[in-house]
């Protein structure tokens, strides 16, 4: 069956927080629900944690990193889950269920398998 | 219609119901088109000189599959990916016409695919004039006034998205059908109001994309009789499309309701939405359907012997049940306009004043100036006509309202 990228967009927290315990228990009682579904994925610390990579001069040039995430913006990335689906409809309805959908927005995408 | 048309409306339909099918065979929407356009550009060549083969939807279905066999062997040598090739021995089910009921069913997964909600409503309605339509991407780029390369991108892009993310092929699951229903409905009545009254550009009405809309809105109903939305759909389009000759004087300026010669009006159609409506209505459950709502509005439109015989409290009832479905500011923009008809310009000013957000939509000005001009404020209403000038209307409509706008002392 096809594979699905579902990207999670929220506010650009820190998952590891107490505060957000109802959160991550939210999450998982999604996992434990889509486990069959779920082929992997994982919370990302906040993009004040990320390092954005890039080599200039081509390929072998110089690696040039800049502190922070590829786009600044409202709502970051902060976690992704790998979902094996049927169809679109089947992504679409089982990331309607991750928590982010009302809390801010999950992008679905296919997964090329080469 | 000449026998010429008819013979060319025969094949665009018979060609969109082999389509259907070809791509619940393939799995292909590529392939299909490619391969049902080269059985119809073949029948048009062929058919009006040999004439009409005994099944027409078998001849075109073989050569269909003739093509797509090409197509695929080609590809093959090619050394492309070939997921399709094995699909096509000759047993394949698929390759003789099905029973009616089969290809049915694959026009309705067609009509839902191009009109599925994870594709942009500009997508959708591509599609749906491309693909369920059968118009030429040239002709789709004209009705919406797209550069034709853009348009081709456009349907390159959403066929792709159909392909690769998958959008299954399939009719929605009773549960889910009414929603998906209401987004097939809104992307057709799109095209239609695309056509009926073109937001930019010289011509009020763009005919083609109404017939269209129209064309869809009968294969909607012929695949499911039994639905309100569909029926109030078809009704909705027909009422409105009745009075297109009207609509118009010679010079195309656009005449409004109160001045049109209802002689012109096109009873036929009127005849034939009545009874569409009235059909919508009887299977309305308890909650009444937007769409047959509308249609019933139009229709007390429709029967009215002029204008100031009007049944303005049916017409406002019925707005009354449309807020309760949905409440939204042109919906009470239009209550209050037959407001003022029945209880004078001061009562539906009063109304339009009330109504917040439409600051951007032209008419809620003009309806404004129009009343306004009607109490005699003339300084207001010369304000009024020129705020709805500024928001941007279709060109005879903005020469209407500046033509009402020099008839002010």
Redesign the interface.
């Known amino acids: 069956m096809p594979l699905y990228a579902a990207l999670i967009y929220t506010k650009d927290v820190d998952w590891t927080l107490p505060e957000f315990g109802q959160e991550t228990k939210e999450y998982n009682e999604f996992g434990q629900g889509a486990a069959a579904i779920i082929r992997g994925g994982n919370a990302l610390y906040p993009t004040t944690t990320a390092t954005t990579v890039r080599v200039e001069g081509g390929k072998g040039g110089d690696v040039v990193t800049s502190d922070g995430p590829y786009a600044e913006t409202k709502e970051a990335l902060t976690g992704f889950y790998l979902l094996d689906c049927a169809d679109l409809d089947e992504a679409v309805s089982v990331a309607a269920r991750i928590p982010a959908a009302w809390d801010g927005a999950v992008e679905v995408r296919p997964v090329i398998e080469f | 219609m000449s026998a010429g048309d008819a013979l060319a409306a025969l094949i665009r339909d018979e060609g969109t119901r082999v389509l259907a099918t070809l791509i619940r065979v393939t799995g292909s929407i590529d392939l299909a088109e490619d391969a049902a356009q080269d059985a119809v550009v073949r029948a048009l060549e062929t058919w009006p000189r040999d004439g009409v083969p005994e099944n027409p939807r078998a001849w075109l279905l073989l050569t269909a599959r003739r093509r797509a066999i090409d197509v695929i062997r080609r590809e093959a040598q090619r050394g492309g990916k070939e997921r399709a090739a094995l699909m096509f021995s000759e047993q394949t089910p698929g390759w003789t016409p099905d029973p009616e009921e089969v290809v049915a069913d694959d026009l309705l997964r067609l009509v839902f695919t191009c009109c599925?909600p994870?594709l942009s409503l500009e997508a959708q309605v591509a599609l749906a004039l491309r693909t369920l339509g059968g118009l030429s991407t040239a002709e789709v780029a004209r009705g919406l006034l797209v550069p034709e390369p853009t348009m081709a991108k456009r349907l390159t892009r959403a066929k792709q998205k159909i392909a690769?993310?998958?959008?299954?092929y399939r009719v929605?699951p009773a549960e889910e059908l009414p929603a998906r229903l209401s987004g097939v409905a809104s992307t057709v009545y799109l095209i239609f109001n695309e056509g009926y009254a073109a937001t930019a550009g010289a011509n009020l009405t763009r005919v083609a994309l109404t017939v269209e809309a129209i064309r869809l809105g009968r294969l909607l109903a012929e695949l499911m009789p039994d639905e309100p939305t569909v029926l109030g759909l078809l009704a909705l389009m027909l009422l409105q499309d009745s009075r297109r000759e009207a609509r118009v004087d010679a010079d195309g300026h656009p005449i409004l309701l109160p001045d049109q010669d209802r002689a012109r009006w096109d009873r036929a159609a009127i005849a034939e939405a009545i009874d569409i409506v009235g059909r919508g209505l009887r299977r309305t459950p308890d909650r009444p359907d937007a769409y047959v709502v509308q249609a019933s509005i139009a229709a007390c439109h429709a029967l009215a012997p002029s204008y100031a015989d009007t049944n303005w409290d049916a017409i406002i009832s019925w707005y009354d049940v449309l807020l309760s479905l949905n409440d939204g500011p042109v919906v009470r923009l239009n209550r209050a306009a037959a407001i003022a008809e029945r209880d004078g310009p001061a009562a539906g000013l009063t109304l339009v004043d009330a109504i917040t957000g439409l600051d951007g939509y032209p008419w809620w000005h003009a309806t404004r100036a129009e009343l306004l001009h009607r109490l005699g404020e003339h300084g207001a209403a010369r304000i009024a006509y020129q705020q709805a000038i500024s928001r941007g209307m279709s060109d005879p409509q903005t020469h209407h309202l500046r033509r009402r706008l020099a008839e002010l002392p």
Not at chain 2, 164 to 168: H, L, N, V
């Open positions: 599925h994870t690769q993310a998958r959008i299954p929605p």
